[in-house]
């Protein structure tokens, strides 16, 4: 019976390098999502989702990861 448990990051992790990123959002959007800003939403949410607490991000980095994907050219003039 446990060869049949799926792991929901797993499921994700391989729908996103098959580039199915539709796979990993709610089907309610209908397709009405930036791909760009759902990419990094997800990567974030695996990383979140790490089984290593210590490979996980503070609530700080988490917030400032959302505030780079929502504001990505703000992120950009930060960085030069």
Do not use: T, W, Y
Request: aromatic share 2%; with cysteine.
């Amino acid at each position: 019976m446990e060869d049949d448990v799926v792991v929901l990051c797993d499921k994700v992790r391989s729908a996103l390098d098959e580039g199915k990123v539709e796979q990993c959002v709610d089907e309610k959007l209908k397709g009405n999502f930036a791909a760009e800003e759902a990419i990094p939403v997800i990567k974030l949410g695996l990383v979140c989702a790490s089984q290593v607490p210590s490979n996980r991000p503070d609530m700080a980095e988490v917030v400032n990861i959302l505030e780079l994907v929502q504001c990505p050219s703000e992120g950009q003039e930060e960085l030069h």
